[in-house]
């Protein structure tokens, strides 16, 4: 669309220097972004006054960039982070080592991890993904496109009871920012990401505890759970899946500042 755009090059330079001004440190790379999306020059100022304004880049440009991928986001749905990428990543990981996995998203938001499970899945998948706000929900089935069946619920109620039993990947990205930390959380989330997307109640754990409490009723043998958490709640993090009779992993990228927590129903010995 950029090059429909009158006299680009002076648009780069005066956009970037708009968003500059606005505080965005990465001013150039951006008013790239708004120049490739705009649809007229009209449309650019529009943009650029939004994203000047603090709108977070992903909603100016109704998409966000995952794991290689274009997720549409959408105002009242959360916008899938960088961080959440070493998930995914773990979800495509056992995913692949099934033939033809169960694989089954709660807490979905627009569903970036499951866009990014079919994408990269080296063979067909059958995919559930499911959250409690109707907003959320329709903005995941815009995303998968047919490709999975998306349900609206609170966790385990949204999704049909044939799949007990025989899910091999549960990936839910929870909120689990405690209460009490939402008000220092930067001002781009705690103005657009709504609180029932980042409240984790007073340790920021009650939405996971509740998700490992049903976990191994809904996994296949040798199945796995799988969360993103943050530093401080490892330790209880890893001893809630214990104590569910999961054997706990962790893994973390500290470049993304992402830690992942992950419990596996046992697979039973072979007789
Ligand atoms: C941190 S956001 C993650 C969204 C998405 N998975 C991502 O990483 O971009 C948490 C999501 O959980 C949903 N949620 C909160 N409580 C829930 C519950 N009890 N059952 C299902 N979904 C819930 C929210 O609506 C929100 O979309």
Partial sequence: MGQRLRGAAVNQTEVASALRGAGCVWAEEEAGLLIES?????????????????????????????????????????????????????????????????????????????????HEAPGPVELHAADIDPAAAACARRNLGGRGQVHTGDLFTALPARLRGRVDVLVANVPYVPTAELEFLPGEARDFDPAHTLDGGDD??????????????????????????????????????????????????EEIEARVVIGTRPAPAPR
């Avoid at 958490?229 to 569910?244: D, K, Y």
């Fill in 38 to 118: 705009a649809t007229s020059d009209e449309d650019l100022a529009r943009r650029t006054r939004r994203r000047a304004g603090g709108e977070p880049l992903e909603l100016v440009l109704g998409w966000a960039a995952f794991r290689g991928l274009r997720i549409g986001v959408e105002p009242g749905v959360f916008i899938p982070r960088r961080r959440t990428e070493l998930l995914a990543g773990q979800a495509v990981r056992h995913a692949s080592r099934a033939p033809a996995p169960v694989v089954v998203e709660l807490c979905c938001g627009a569903a970036a991890i499951s866009c990014a499970v079919l």
């Fill in 204 to 253: 920021g754990l009650t939405v996971y505890r509740r998700l490992i409490d049903g976990a191994a009723g809904w996994l296949a043998p040798g199945g796995q759970v799988m969360c993103e958490i943050s530093r401080a709640q490892l330790p209880a993090a890893v001893g809630h899946m214990i104590t569910h009779g999961l054997i706990a992993e962790t893994r973390h990228d």
